[in-house]
């Protein structure tokens, strides 16, 4: 029962790093302080809109990410529903 032992022994190992892990990211946030909540927010949305718009490239790489508001003819990701320049809702161009 060599197997037994070795998964037992990993799932110690394993509950040790995610306590680990756990006590780092408490450390990082206290340590942080509310700004660092803040900027650690931001780069998380960032992160995710990153993440998505990489997965939508992959999806459907011909297609424009940008679109120009029809307002002021600012260049506004395609997932935007208002222009980020001057607010005004953005149509999206069906073809
Ligand atoms: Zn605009």
Known sequence: MKSLRHSALGKELLKATLALLGFVVALVLIL??????????GLAVVLT???SSWQRDGNEKRRPQRT???DCGA????ENIECAHCGEPLVTEQR
């Open 68 to 70: 120009n508001c029809h």
């Open 49 to 51: 809109r990153g993440y």
């Open 32 to 41: 942080a302080g509310p700004l660092g909540w803040l900027l650690l927010a």
């Open 75 to 78: 260049p506004n990701p395609v």
